[in-house]
Nanobody
């Protein structure tokens, strides 16, 4: 079983910073792409940032303020969030897709895995 566990959320004032972490655990052969999504109250879940190898991409609303990074040895991804705004308030979810899981000799399963979410509140 593969799990993603997020941490680092909390309450921060506008203009402040937070760093989210997402660690994958379980029987993992490799992880292709990792990403952060967020869902604000009453809104759909949206992609915030994604990383695949050396390639990264960001939602227009966070470009220049957020940075996604990854430690492949630890199967962990990070989201550094600077210059936070009230509209960044949301539950942030980590996603890994695909997670390659060994199931036998030269046999693998490909899974999409989500974390449980961590709440980020930007308010004075």
């Amino acid at each position: 079983q593969v799990q993603l566990v997020e941490s680092g959320g909390g309450l921060v004032q506008p203009g402040g910073s937070l760093r989210l972490s997402c660690a994958a655990s379980g029987s993992i052969f490799s992880i292709n792409a990792m990403a952060w999504y967020r869902q604000a109250p009453g809104k759909q879940r949206e992609l915030v940032a994604a990383i695949r190898g050396d390639d990264t991409r960001y939602a227009d609303s966070v470009k220049g303020r957020f940075t996604i990074s990854r430690d492949n040895a630890k199967n962990t991804t990070y989201l550094q969030m600077n210059s936070l705004k009230a509209e960044d308030t949301a539950v942030y979810y980590c996603n890994a897709d695909p997670v390659v899981v060994p199931v036998g000799p030269s046999s693998y399963r490909y899974l999409e895995v989500w974390g449980q979410g961590t709440l980020v509140t930007v308010s004075s």
